[in-house]
Structures are given as structure tokens and as C-alpha cells.
């Protein structure tokens, strides 16, 4: 059973920022000093799986798509890469100051949070409903109950004035907005706010020995301009014709105003961005195409029930189109991925700025043009957050004495875990460490591995399945005799016994990336 169905969402929330402590996933930066707010370090079991995520994104990204290629781009970038892009100018979130707790929030995310509220009790009269009518049709409930429709109509009248705000950079009518909605600040109860101003997110350093204006440089706020500045170095050397794509993995820095939610929203984080160069009038075209395959990635790893589409009705200066991809996470429905059609901006503002031709030769159409592009952007940080939430879980399990006790496992697909298979002898004498040594020195070539001998073997079961490794081989006085060993699934807690000549094989299996696609199209066919 999810945790998240036997505990409130809060406390299944720090169990997971707890779990991620005790088990060397994620640490707080500078611990010992009393951290520093929004950084994070990961542990040896959190730089397995964040580097499992990283590969698994790259093979479906650029492995799969002949059209696809990598790239690795500095994080400092000329200064005027960030004039060009638009992120010196309006690279910014609206702040609001609470003058009683001190407490700083972005006016975005109160009105969110607000919206958020109303959309809860939206879901508490279908979910009431559904439980008193057998034949339940939601979408008919929805278009005609009373007290939803009110709470669907004050939504919509706050989301537009939110939109409106927003598009119009009206800080002035955002205060209003949150006085007339009477939000109070979460740590005080009180109302008695600043002015709403912008913040720009970039963080700026030095270049060089000269503390000068002109040796500004930025840390990146995202990786995709120096996907951009490069483009023309990709294409010719790489000889793509349109429609090609340009993949990347990196860190990005944002000093975000408010940094809640443990990993969800850090100041320092890892993107996986793709831009995906196009005919100019291809771009929704190909728009559609990367919003469904992302989907399926994720589909890949998660349920339906915990993803959904939010198209956006505010768009950024560069899009003509964007949409999130939204994960259930255990505070709600919110954004682990931006799919956005960012039209000729990025490209045209560049050979504007640098003076220098950023076209491509079309050979068939015979002319030269300024590409369009359409982008996928998702956080690494938060898909790890993504993961974790889902694969933390408590169940009932048989119990060695006929009952039942509780064990807490982390579900994580194979592919992703940080180890694969733990190799553990029954006891830790009578030959049978060496066997399984034997048996891990083979393993090791293939996947990551863990021996381990210390306490009874339910207690190194349960500490297994805490790490979420999802094979456990057990030696014991048998496997002298005939080379068999017993190998323990994760999920099913199913044990077979097999020789020691087929494990390789077996694992090696289940530890095919391909599968995971392969079970998505079935669970879609
Ligand atoms: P948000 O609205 O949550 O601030 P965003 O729309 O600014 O996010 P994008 O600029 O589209 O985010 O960045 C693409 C992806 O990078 C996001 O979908 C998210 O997964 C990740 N991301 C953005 N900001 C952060 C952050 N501060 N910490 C962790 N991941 C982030």
C-alpha cells in the first residue's frame, strides 16, 4: 500500500525528506553549519539514481533519435548571452514581503496556493458523489452540481485576474488581487503586506581579477542558450539537416525568492533540456509530437492517474505555445516539466546581439532561414523528487514466525535503482562469504552491486528494500552442494532458486532499458 494512502500528505513528506537522510540519498548542504536554505547534496545512493535518471532521459533523448545530438556548454557565458535571451530584463518573479512575520513569498504562488484550495474542494464533491452513486459520471456531475460549478466560476474569475496581472507585469493590481482574496500570510495569519515587486532570479559573480560592472558574468538560469549560441557549431559539424535536435544535461542556478519543498525548488539544480531546431510553420507540428513522446517517458516510469497536461494560458516572451507535464506530488499537482515552442526568439535576438548570421541553408527550399524551436525542459532534482514519492511505500508482509510485519520499501523501476543486487550469504562463515564473493566479483561487470553479511538476513532484506534495490541473492549451505542460489524480487518478495550460471542472464533482463518502453506501449495497446 502507498504511504501516502496510510499517512496524512505532510507527514508522508518529511517520512520521504527523512528516509532520503537516513539512507544516503539527499543531504543539506553544509550540514554542520546549519545548511545552507534551498542547496543540496547527494549521497552515495542519491548520485546512483540521479545518474541513473540523467542516462535513462539520454537514451530516449539522443540514443533513440538518430536526428539528436549531445552537448556539454559551460556554465559562464558571455554577459550579453543574457541581454539577448531577455533574462537580464525580465528574468524576474513578483516578491511580496509580509511586514509582521518578515516572511517573503512570491505573489504567484500565494494566489496558486489559493487557486490550489478551491480546486480541493472541487475534488471533495466528486469524490463525496462518486461514493453515493454506483454509475458515477464525473464529467456530467461537474456541468451540473451547484456547489461545484460556484467553485469552478470563482476559479476562473481568480485565474483570469492572476493571468492578467501577470501578462501585464500590473504589481499594483497583484497587491490588489491578494487583498481583495484576503490570503494571510501561512506563518502569521496577518494581512499586512508589502508592495509586490520584481526579483530578478539570476545570481551574478566576477569574471576575472577586476570588480568592475563590465566583469559581470552570470551562473546560468538555464542550460538551453548555450544550446542556442551553438547551434551553427552543431549543425555543420555534425551535418544535420532540419529537423534536428541538440540535447543537454547541466546545472542551473536561480536565487528563487522563496525555497520550500526540499528538492522541488533548489538555487542550485540540474536540467535535461532538448531543443529541437524546425522549418519555420513546423513548430506545432513538432510541438504535439514532443509533448506526447515526453508523456510517454514518463508513462514509462509513473501511472496516468499521477501525470496530467497544464497548457499555458500565460506565455513567456519567447513561446507561442507551452505546456507543463505535472507529477502528483505529495503536496499536489505541479510542474516537473516545460515542453514549449519558443518560436525564432532565442536564435534572432542572438544574431542581433552577436551580429553574427545564426541561419540554416536549406538545400531543398534553396534559402536561409532563422530556425524555429521547440524545446523540453525538465528538472533532474525534481524527477528524482518525482520518483522517490511515488516508490516510498509501507505494506503488510508475511512475517518469518506466520504473521505479518510492516516493512517500508522503496519501489524505484530496476533500471533507475542505485543498486541493483545485493549478494548476501545466509551466515558470515562455513564458506559461505567466499561463495558469495565469488558470485559479486561475476556480478560487478554488469550492474551495481552490494555484498552484505552483517545481521540476520530479514534484517539485510529490509534494509535492501529500504535502498529500493529490487534483487537480493541468497547463498546458503545448499548453494555449496548444487551452485544454486536463491534470488528475492522486491515487489513480489517471490523467491526462486537458480543456478549460479543463469543469474547473469536473468538480470541482465530485467535490467533492459527497453522493457520499461516495451510495458508502457502494452499497458497502452
Ligand atoms: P517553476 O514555475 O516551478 O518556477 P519554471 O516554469 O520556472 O518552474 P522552467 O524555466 O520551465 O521552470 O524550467 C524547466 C524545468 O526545470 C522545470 O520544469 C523544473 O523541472 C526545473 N526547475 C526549474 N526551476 C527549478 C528549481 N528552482 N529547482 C529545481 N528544479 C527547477
Not at 518529511?14 to 543539506?28: A, D, M, N, P
Not at 545518474?51 to 557565458?77: S, T
Not at 496558486?112 to 454509475?135: Q, S, T
Amino acid at each position: 500500500m502507498y504511504l501516502c494512502q496510510t499517512m496524512k500528505k505532510e507527514d508522508l513528506f518529511k517520512r520521504l525528506v527523512s528516509h532520503c537522510k537516513e539512507y544516503g540519498y539527499i543531504f543539506q548542504s553544509s550540514e554542520i553549519y546549519d545548511g545552507l536554505s534551498a542547496v543540496y547534496d547527494y549521497g552515495p545512493y542519491g548520485v546512483e539514481l540521479k545518474n541513473n535518471i540523467k542516462q535513462y532521459w539520454w537514451k530516449a533523448m539522443v540514443q533513440m533519435h538518430e536526428n539528436i545530438v549531445g552537448l556539454d556548454a559551460a556554465i559562464f557565458m558571455h554577459p550579453t548571452v543574457w541581454k539577448a535571451s531577455g533574462h537580464v530584463d525580465a528574468f524576474s518573479d513578483p516578491l511580496i514581503d509580509n511586514k509582521d512575520s518578515k516572511k517573503r513569498y512570491r505573489a504567484d504562488v500565494l494566489v496558486e496556493d489559493y487557486l490550489a484550495k478551491i480546486e480541493k474542494k472541487i475534488d471533495k464533491e466528486v469524490e463525496k458523489a462518486r461514493k453515493r452513486f454506483d454509475d458515477f459520471d464525473e464529467e456530467m456531475f461537474k456541468k451540473t452540481n451547484g456547489r461545484v460549478l460556484q467553485n469552478q466560476e470563482k476559479y476562473d474569475t481568480i485565474n483570469k485576474r492572476l493571468v492578467e496581472v501577470m501578462t501585464n507585469e500590473d504589481m499594483e493590481g497583484f497587491k490588489t488581487l491578494i487583498e481583495d482574496l484576503k490570503i494571510a500570510c501561512p506563518e502569521s495569519g496577518s494581512r499586512n503586506w508589502t508592495d509586490v515587486r520584481q526579483f530578478n532570479l539570476m545570481f551574478s559573480t566576477q569574471f576575472g581579477a577586476l570588480a568592475t560592472g563590465e566583469n559581470t558574468v552570470y551562473l546560468r538560469p538555464e542550460t538551453a542558450q548555450g544550446i542556442f549560441v551553438n547551434f551553427l557549431n552543431v549543425q555543420k559539424s555534425t551535418r544535420q539537416k532540419l529537423p534536428f535536435g541538440i540535447a543537454q544535461i547541466g546545472k542551473a542556478f536561480r536565487n528563487e525568492i522563496v525555497a520550500r519543498q526540499f528538492i522541488f525548488r533548489m538555487r542550485e539544480f540540474e536540467q535535461m533540456e532538448m531543443q529541437f531546431f524546425v522549418s519555420p510553420g513546423e513548430e506545432m507540428k513538432w510541438y504535439h509530437y514532443w509533448k506526447e513522446f515526453r508523456l510517454k517517458w514518463h508513462k514509462t516510469l509513473f501511472p496516468a492517474t499521477k501525470l496530467r497536461f497544464h497548457d499555458h494560458e500565460k506565455l513567456a516572451h519567447y513561446a507561442n505555445a507551452a505546456a507543463d507535464v505535472e507529477f502528483q506530488f505529495p503536496f499536489g499537482f505541479k510542474e516537473l516539466e516545460g515542453i514549449h515552442s519558443r518560436t525564432d526568439f532565442d536564435l534572432k535576438s542572438h544574431q542581433e546581439h552577436s551580429g553574427r548570421k545564426l541561419q540554416y541553408f536549406d538545400s531543398e527550399k534553396k534559402e536561409h532561414y532563422v530556425p524555429y524551436v521547440v524545446e523540453t525542459s525538465i528538472g533532474v532534482d525534481r524527477m528524482f523528487l518525482a520518483i522517490l514519492s511515488h516508490a516510498l511505500q509501507e505494506e503488510e508482509v508475511p512475517d518469518a514466525k506466520g504473521g505479518t510485519a510492516t516493512r517500508v520499501v522503496m519501489k524505484i523501476p530496476a533500471v533507475l535503482a542505485p543498486i541493483k543486487v545485493a549478494i548476501l550469504p545466509l551466515v558470515g562463515k562455513s564458506g559461505l562469504p567466499e561463495k558469495a564473493r565469488e558470485i559479486f566479483a561475476d556480478l560487478k561487470w554488469i550492474c551495481e552491486c552490494q555484498y552484505d553479511e552483517k545481521d540476520s538476513i530479514g534484517r539485510r532484506y529490509r534494509r535492501q528494500d529500504a535502498i529500493g534495490t529490487p534483487f537480493c541473492v541468497t547463498v546458503d549451505f545448499e548453494t555449496l552442494e548444487d551452485n544454486a542460489v536463491t534470488l528475492r524480487d522486491r515487489d513480489t518478495l517471490e523467491q526462486v532458486r537458480l543456478p549460479i550460471s543463469e543469474l547473469a542472464g536473468k538480470i541482465s533482463e530485467k535490467l533492459n532499458f527497453s522493457n520499461l518502453w516495451k510495458e508502457e506501449a502494452a499497458v497502452e495497446a
